[in-house]
């Protein structure tokens, strides 16, 4: 697909429901006892994978527009599955169900498309393990046989809010309480979901301990913005000459906010307004105007709070004056692709003067850029990323896989030729 250019960026929008959230949404209404009603629901296929896979278990789960009901049937309501789960392209999913799934009462497999089936389990079997959870493989397709669990005290070496919430899924199954240290703080979607739900759960800094309830209530859960989806606006309204964007309604959880964190230390042009508490978390309206930015530093504790928005900040330093090095961020290699090297690699398509290291990347700024040919590894964020730089490349680009996109934001297209208009 040719990537057709806009001449400035102007207006407002809002952006599909947070994906993190929707999908916790949906695994903890349909533990719970009673009915979840979830308003502003990411249909993106990913999400959509989690639905079918708790439809597929026995979860009586409707969809209308963005809402979506989810009839839960408890802690133990969960039934066999008919079929091996397939969890698409949705590494969320498939991780988080490793925690769900070793507690039951019953056996199942899980598989997904080909890109997961190359991401590595290990990092999720191997804690789950420790809690007497039996599953066979080190990737897709997994075999789980459910078993009775134990709580743990466990020190996480990686901060990862999926291996985080796997192991406290699977701890609402375990005897005894199941704590867990963090290294770095990751986003705490799940603990607060828990929380609202009933479960007795306790945050204190970096130690979360949980001791598993005899059931969870069930919520009226209301997912804002997703920042993800919101960092290409910022960054498109920071990058691109007289324009202007307002973002409505964008989950600001602290955890997740490091983009916010890094466009201002850069100089962005940058407001949040009109500050709100929504089904627990912070929600606000974010505007990004026209900026002149500079190179900056990004690694340490900052990293797992912009983690899946990395690409995009590689998309602003582009155009920012002087360096920019980002490091520590060697979880990037185990994303939808390896993103450093997938950056790094479309990026020199343009003559980007970018280098790859071994947790990230360095790139030097405000050099001419020039349309290419890219490839987006059948990665959503990789493929909006690349839309956002081609805006300032001269000459045409192209996408391989424009469709991709439909993971995490279907109509990214229809909102982004909308600002140009």
Not at 386 to 399: K, Y
Request: aromatic fraction near 4%; hydrophobic fraction near 40%; glycine fraction near 10%.
């Amino acid at each position: 697909m040719e990537i057709k250019k806009i001449p400035f960026a102007k207006g407002e929008l809002t952006v599909p429901g947070d994906k993190s959230i929707s999908h916790r949404g949906v695994m903890l209404g349909a533990l719970a006892k009673g009915t979840t009603n979830i308003s502003g629901f990411l249909k993106g296929a990913d999400c959509l994978s989690t639905i079918d896979c708790f439809r597929n278990m026995g979860i009586d789960i409707s969809v209308s527009g963005n809402d979506v009901t989810v009839k839960g049937k408890g802690l133990r309501g969960l039934c066999a599955p008919k079929s091996t789960l397939y969890t698409g392209n949705s590494g969320t999913t498939t991780r988080l169900l490793c925690g769900i799934l070793a507690g039951q009462q019953f056996n199942s497999s899980i598989t997904g498309d080909a890109s997961i089936c190359k991401r590595p389990m290990r990092r999720v079997c191997e804690p789950l393990s420790k809690m007497g959870a039996k599953i066979k493989g080190d990737f897709c397709p997994l075999e789980i046989e459910g078993t009775p669990l134990h709580g743990m005290d466990y020190k996480m070496t990686v901060a990862s809010a999926q291996v985080k919430t796997a192991i406290l899924l699977a701890g609402l199954y375990a005897e005894g309480e199941t704590t867990i240290h963090e290294c770095e703080k990751s986003r705490d979607h799940t603990e607060l979901m828990l929380s609202a739900m009933g479960a007795d759960i306790e945050v204190n800094g970096l130690d979360i301990t949980l001791r598993p309830p005899k059931e969870l209530c069930p919520a009226e859960i209301q997912v804002p913005g997703d920042i993800s989806s919101a960092a290409f606006w910022m960054v498109l309204g920071a990058v691109m000459p007289n324009s202007s964007i307002t973002i409505k309604n964008v989950g600001i959880n602290p955890t997740r906010t490091g983009i916010i964190d890094v466009l201002l230390e850069m100089g962005a042009k940058l407001k949040i307004e009109n500050r709100r508490i929504c089904t627990g978390e912070e929600v606000a309206d974010i505007t990004v105007s026209s900026s002149s930015l500079k190179g900056c530093e990004i690694g340490g504790e900052i990293i797992p709070r912009l983690i899946d928005e990395l690409p995009v900040i590689a998309v602003a330093a582009l155009f920012a004056e002087g360096r920019t090095v980002i490091k520590d961020a060697a979880e990037l290699k185990v994303k939808e692709t390896n993103r450093i090297r997938a950056v790094v690699d479309e990026f020199r398509k343009c003559k980007a003067d970018i280098e790859e290291t071994d947790d990230g990347m360095i790139i030097n700024g405000a050099k001419p850029l020039y349309g290419a040919d890219f490839c987006t590894y059948g990665d959503h964020r990789m493929a909006m990323s690349l839309t956002i730089l081609a805006q300032r490349a001269e000459g045409i680009s192209t996408l391989d896989d424009a469709e991709c996109v439909s993971v995490s934001y279907p109509g990214f297209f229809e909102d982004f030729y909308s600002l140009g208009k």
